[in-house]
């Protein structure tokens, strides 16, 4: 299939997930939260970057009314490794208060990011919250966190593609791929 092969600017990026592939799992997990939250107001948290062009197709594949924040948080210094040190780099612009809030990140690695998430959206008075992750790496896990709904659970490798980086590049690939080269510099 064509979307098995890397695209031409991206030579070290091995495809893990393509397109078709990366839709048709979007499609089911929008259907399951469509159901799920069937007559309930739903607001929608996505957080940036990483999880921007993830929640950009998610929320088109659930088939309810629904509001769309968006929260900056920072959790890697540079390169492969986490610093531990997660930060809120722009809020929402609206309260969350007495929101039914569905947290969309890119990748659960530690559970550092989504732990600390969810512990400021208890103190913001949410009235509910569920995770949704494109991707688990649950080998990783420091904190014990929940995802209520998940894309695909990996290997510990890293990834990179559909808004995932490595030090802010390659977030456009159109695919999650695994770097297995050292980009040219
Ligand atoms: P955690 O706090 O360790 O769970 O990491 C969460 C964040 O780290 C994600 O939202 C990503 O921004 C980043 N991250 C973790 N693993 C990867 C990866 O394989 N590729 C790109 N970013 C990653």
Same mark, same amino acid.
Request: proline content about 5%; overall charge negative; charged content about 20%.
């Given at each position: 299939?064509?979307?098995?092969?890397?695209?031409?600017?991206?030579?070290?990026?091995?495809?893990?997930?393509?397109?078709?592939?990366?839709?048709?799992?979007?499609?089911?997990?929008?259907?399951?939260?469509?159901?799920?939250?069937?007559?309930?107001?739903?607001?929608?948290?996505?957080?940036?970057?990483?999880?921007?062009?993830?929640?950009?197709?998610?929320?088109?594949?659930?088939?309810?009314?629904?509001?769309?924040?968006?929260?900056?948080?920072?959790?890697?210094?540079?390169?492969?490794?986490?610093?531990?040190?997660?930060?809120?780099?722009?809020?929402?612009? %609206?309260?969350?208060?007495?929101? =039914?809030?569905?947290? !969309?990140?890119?990748?659960? /690695?530690?559970?550092?990011?989504? *732990?600390? &998430?969810?512990?400021?959206?208890?103190?913001?008075?949410?009235?509910?919250?569920?995770?949704?992750?494109?991707?688990?790496?649950?080998?990783?896990?420091?904190?014990?966190?929940?995802?209520?709904? %998940?894309?695909?659970?990996?290997? =510990?490798?890293?990834? !990179?593609?559909?808004?995932? /980086?490595?030090?802010?590049?390659? *977030?456009? &690939?159109?695919?999650?791929?695994?770097?297995?080269?050292?980009?040219?510099?």
């Amino acid at each position: 299939m064509a979307e098995d092969f890397p695209v031409s600017w991206a030579p070290g990026v091995r495809v893990l997930f393509g397109q078709a592939t990366l839709a048709a799992r979007v499609a089911e997990l929008g259907s399951r939260i469509g159901a799920d939250y069937a007559g309930q107001p739903l607001t929608v948290l996505c957080v940036l970057k990483g999880a921007s062009l993830f929640t950009a197709d998610l929320v088109r594949a659930i088939a309810l009314p629904l509001q769309l924040e968006f929260l900056g948080v920072a959790s890697y210094g540079s390169g492969t490794t986490s610093s531990g040190e997660v930060r809120i780099t722009s809020d929402t612009g %609206t309260p969350l208060h007495d929101r =039914d809030v569905l947290v !969309v990140e890119d990748i659960v /690695d530690t559970g550092l990011t989504l *732990r600390f &998430l969810l512990q400021a959206l208890a103190a913001r008075g949410c009235r509910s919250v569920r995770t949704c992750a494109l991707l688990d790496k649950p080998s990783r896990r420091v904190e014990p966190v929940t995802v209520d709904y %998940t894309g695909f659970v990996v290997e =510990d490798r890293f990834l !990179v593609g559909y808004g995932l /980086d490595l030090d802010e590049q390659w *977030r456009n &690939l159109p695919f999650v791929g695994v770097l297995e080269s050292a980009p040219p510099s």
